[in-house]
């Protein structure tokens, strides 16, 4: 392909050089450039692309896309001047691969919590109405029933259009995926065509990166300020950024809410640990899925499935005979007779939905034991709040460690007792060790307790030091089970 070619979606300034250059291949990893390679200098929030244009060139880059221009041009490469060099890698990304996103009906799910859950269930559900179906989530990616490891919420350009690229050749129709703050801040999804867009909810998260709570909601607004007038965008009329994703969309707007009309009203029936009775637009169904929270992102799914053409009493059907996604409020039952949850919960509206969602069902017969922890290196001010919502809404608090990465857990945890000071627990303990945590946790409870472990849900790993040490909260809690038997 040529770069003239490859630029033709791209707004660029200008170009110095030859624009009709054969192209073998785009990068913006100076260490991937290959000879005939083109290199885009990406601005990043470690290092800056632009200080790597002379290595790139060495690796035998014949072409450059960047928005400061070096001040020795070479002969024999060319230059691209553009404004956005991450908007420009998108666009050139989708037209390397043929631009797949045009030829799939390609569907974005956004907000703080509930986007696995939502784009997982909306992948399982296309998937049984019989479509060749594509998933790219936080816990895994999926081309048609091939798994495929998932590294980040959101891949970058290359990879993203790369995946698309492959569900494509494989047939698939639809593709669901989760579009995270970053991916929309940093430009990863430019060039892509969706067909739809979801919002979930907004509440603290991700400020280590957006600084403040209107960055991180203008963010995921302008995803939806994106989205062309032939696409959908749903949103939770419910919550307080609801409306305010769609105030500048061109897209159709439509609604779903538990508590006020919308185009996709829910009702919450009756909610057991087993599952959940609602109506769905006046229709009762009985679904596998506990609290509030997953009416939620059933009635995302429903909504998205009417609008995407089908059937509403096919989509109700299959509904009722959708599973949770892994460490989403994954229960164990244990011989002792209590019940262990866990769930991915690591921002403070995630954890109170989930204690609360265990509360309900409670109703008073039973003790909440609740192990958290926090991230290393990441929002420290969401610490203090983490720990504040599980002693109002637990009867007894475990502080452990999450991921700490690069940080002592031991700091992490200081941080959060803070958050005791406005509400302390019946009774708390600190156990740095996650294992000891979980298992004493599972020692105090008794019949009819229950035990939640957030934080990591999905996650088979702990992340201590650069380095990624086998850990999965459900691999303990059964081994617990197992050892009481």
């Known amino acids: ?3 003239k070619e490859l630029l033709y979606t791209s707004d660029v300034l200008e170009i110095i050089g030859n624009p009709n250059i054969q192209i073998s291949g785009i990068h913006c990893d100076s260490r991937k450039i290959e000879p005939d ?3 885009v200098a990406v601005p990043g929030t470690q290092s800056d692309g632009h200080a790597f244009i002379g290595k790139a060139i060495e690796m035998g880059a014949k072409a450059i896309v960047c928005q400061v221009l070096p001040e020795n041009l070479q002969n024999d490469v060319s230059y691209i001047h553009v404004k956005d060099s991450a908007e420009t890698l998108g666009r050139i990304a989708s037209v390397w691969n043929d631009e797949p996103s045009k030829h ?21 559900m296309f998937i049984k109405l019989g479509y060749k179906t594509g998933l790219l989530s936080t816990v895994c990616n999926y081309i048609n029933d091939k798994e495929l490891p998932a590294t980040h919420t959101t891949p970058d350009a290359i990879e993203l259009n790369t995946l698309l690229a492959q569900m494509l050749k494989a047939g698939c129709d639809y593709v669901f995926m989760e579009v995270s703050s970053h991916a929309i801040d940093q430009k990863r999804i430019a060039g892509l065509q969706f067909k739809g867009g979801i919002f979930t909810n907004l509440t603290r998260d991700h400020l280590d990166y957006h600084l403040t709570f209107e960055a991180y909601r203008d963010a995921k607004k302008a995803f939806f300020d994106g989205l062309p007038a032939d696409a959908f965008a749903l949103t939770n009329k419910d919550d307080k950024n609801g409306l305010f994703m769609l105030q500048n969309t061109k897209a159709k707007k439509q609604t779903y809410s538990l508590l006020s009309l919308a185009d996709f009203k ?18 009762d169904i009985v679904t596998q899925f506990v609290g509030k929270f997953n009416a939620y992102n059933l009635l995302a799914v429903y909504g998205t499935a009417i609008l995407l053409g089908q059937n509403p009493n096919e989509v109700l059907l299959i509904l009722s ?23 991915y919960a690591h921002t403070p509206d995630a954890l109170t939905n989930v204690l609360n969602a265990i509360r309900e069902i409670l109703s008073g017969k039973g003790n909440i034991i609740t192990v958290v922890g926090c991230g290393g290196n990441r929002d420290r001010g969401k610490r203090p709040i983490m720990a504040k919502e599980a002693a109002r809404l637990s009867d007894y608090v475990i502080l452990t460690s999450d991921n700490p990465r690069f940080e002592e857990p031991d700091d992490i945890i200081r941080d959060m007792e803070e958050g005791f000071k406005e509400i302390a627990p019946k009774k708390s303990l600190k156990i740095t060790d996650r294992k000891e945590a979980i298992r004493t946790a599972c020692l105090f409870a008794q019949t009819g307790d229950v035990v939640l472990i957030a934080g990591k849900g999905h996650e088979d790993y702990q992340e201590v030091k650069g380095n990624k040490h086998h850990f999965d909260d459900r691999e303990i809690v059964m081994s617990i089970f197992n050892e009481n038997k």
């Open 37 to 39: 390679f083109l290199f």
């Open 266 to 283: 829910g009702k919450i029936l009756e909610a057991h640990f087993d599952g959940t009775e609602m109506s769905i637009n006046g229709k």
């Open 321 to 343: 005979t959708l599973q949770s996604v892994s460490g989403r409020f994954q229960t164990f039952r244990s011989p002792e007779g209590y019940t262990a949850i866990v769930d």
């Open 104 to 124: 799939l009906i390609l569907v974005g799910v956004t907000g703080t919590n509930g986007k696995t859950t939502t784009a997982t269930l909306l992948y399982q």
């Open 1 to 3: 392909m040529t770069l």
